[in-house]
């Protein structure tokens, strides 16, 4: 029975330094204009996903869209703030912006919490919206 004991207690532990206890969230946004703060006048849509990996504090995003005024110029992670708020760029995606847009990035403890809260949002600007065109709040 010690034995026993011993074993499922090593197993436990290689499990644990191994990450197998990582979680791992996923969050979807809906984009289009009329969720832009203002709203904006466009057929502009998209989605985005974003993958959190609480164990390694990283997120996977994907964001597609497609319908704009014109070629994007600039997209981002912005954060925290509630729907119907702005707030500042906490991940700025790299150029160019075509979708799909997709990278990783590292998140402090602060920022996983806003995620986790959902006051992260994503959006999408192009020269006729230098504010951005498409938006959408990121939620579980």
Known sequence: MARMALVAALLTGVALSSGAWADTITFHAKMDAASEVPPKTSSGTGTATVTLDTAAKTITYNVTYSGLTGPATMAHIHGPAAPGANAGVV?????????????????TDAQIADLEAGKYYTNVHTAANPGGEIRGQLTK
């Open 91 to 107: 991940v700025p995606f790299k150029a160019p912006v075509t979708s799909p847009i997709t990278g990783t990035a590292t998140l």
